[in-house]
């Protein structure tokens, strides 16, 4: 059976709607209530971790047996399992919902399998209406989902000859405005910025998202990593956003425990010993490496030990993009998966029979 027109407004709504609802470790879920008709009859969203799900925030809106024969349209796949809330898919069936739209499928192993009770209890179910922009709209979510863990970039700004700052630790600015205003614009972008003591007690950095001297709406929240303490006047403490400190080198638990808050995405600035620390963990997703066209030598190094003891463990990326950024060049990069780096090996090999060649 198809979707009609008015189906198809409502999800357009929905997402709409969804979009309202926080970013956290749920998703952002918008629902609309059709009467047979077409007519709108309710809409919800998910308003964050413990309050009701959209689906049955839509339906706390009409009383005694106005959802009967009902249609809901939803943005993604309505639950099947008891967390703080009940299941939403025997909500819907309980209201008398006839029939239900939705644009994307639950992937949580333990969440999913909505559509399937849904239609044992007879009800017709449509999904994938607009999947591609429901898909969009909580992409970091779904990330984190596959992950079990925030999506993680490592950002850092080196000289053309590799190095993350000069003799004496200053750093501040390796890069052109730019570059710069690039990294500004992506912070803003993510859920949290992480940085070493080391960076703070060097730069007292303020981690905030600027746009010239103005704050982008969203700040990530700042979360500094390490033992030594952070003094009472720095910078980031007059930061929009509480920081979280972890005292500690244990970035798994770290990441653990930011997974809890709800952070879905989070952005590595360094410095090089952190950095590193991230990619040799197995914890990093992306690279954002902001290269400038000047030298400084020495043995501040962009990367320190990241834990490859000869080439053939040489960490193999797949560059996206190369941005140019004023006089700058940005390398936006992936770590390749296990079997791609051995595919491109073997090609490499069968290309390039040339001893001496690096
Ligand atoms: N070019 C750039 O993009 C850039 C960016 C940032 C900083 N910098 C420069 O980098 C320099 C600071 O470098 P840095 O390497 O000292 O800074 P860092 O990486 O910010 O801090 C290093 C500290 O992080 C803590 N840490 C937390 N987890 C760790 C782990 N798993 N392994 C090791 N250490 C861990 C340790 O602190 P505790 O000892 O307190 O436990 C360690 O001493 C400064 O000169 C700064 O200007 C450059």
């Known amino acids: 059976m198809a979707v009609h027109e008015a189906e198809r407004h409502a999800m357009t709504r929905a997402l709409e709607l969804a979009a309202r609802g926080p970013r956290g470790a749920n998703p952002q879920v918008g629902a609309v209530i059709l009467s047979p008709e077409g007519e709108i009859l309710a809409e919800g969203w998910h308003h964050g971790a413990g309050t009701p799900h959209a689906e049955v925030d839509a339906l706390s809106k009409l009383h005694g047996d106005a959802a009967g024969g009902a249609t809901a349209v939803v943005t993604l796949e309505p639950c099947n399992h008891t967390g703080r809330t009940g299941p939403c898919a025997v909500a819907l069936i309980d209201a008398g919902i006839s029939r239900v739209i939705y644009a994307l499928d639950d992937p949580g192993a ?12 007879g009800v017709e179910v449509e999904a994938g209406e607009q999947a591609d922009d429901a898909r969009s709209l909580i992409s970091d979510w779904l990330t984190a989902q596959r992950l079990g863990r925030p999506h993680v970039t490592v950002k850092w700004a080196q000289s053309l000859d590799g190095r993350a700052a000069a003799a004496d ?4 600015w390796i890069t052109g405005p730019d570059a710069r205003a690039d990294v500004h614009r992506r912070r803003a972008g993510a859920d949290a910025i992480i940085v070493g ?15 010239g001297d103005a704050l982008y709406e969203h700040q990530p929240i700042p979360v500094v990593i390490g033992a030594r303490e952070t003094p009472a006047d720095a910078a980031l403490r007059r930061h929009p956003n509480e920081s979280v400190f972890y005292a500690t080198r244990d970035l798994h638990s770290v990441i653990a425990d930011l997974h809890d808050r709800g952070i879905q ?61 004023g006089a700058d060049m940005l390398a936006i990069a992936r770590f390749q998966e296990d079997n791609e780096q051995e595919d491109n090996e073997q090609e490499d090999n069968e290309q390039e029979d040339n001893e001496g060649v690096r």
Do not use: C, H, K, N
């Not at 333990?110 to 209890?121: D, F, H, N, T, W």
């Not at 630790?169 to 501040?172: D, I, L, P, R, V």
């Not at 003591?197 to 746009?211: F, Q, W």
């Not at 690279?287 to 053939?312: C, E, F, H, N, Q």
């Open 265 to 325: 995405t989070a952005f590595v600035e360094g410095g090089p010993t952190l950095a590193s620390a991230f990619i040799a963990a197995g914890l990093a997703d992306r690279v954002l490496a902001y290269v400038a066209p000047v030298l400084l030598g020495g043995d501040r190094l962009a990367l320190t030990d990241i834990g490859v003891p000869s080439i053939d463990a040489a960490r193999r990326l797949t560059v996206e993009q190369w941005v140019p950024l």
């Open 197 to 211: 003591t080391g960076t703070v007690l060097a730069d007292d950095p303020a981690l905030t998202a600027r746009d």
């Open 110 to 121: 333990a969440s999913g399998g909505g559509a399937e009770r849904l239609r044992g209890a």
């Open 169 to 172: 630790g200053s750093s501040q």
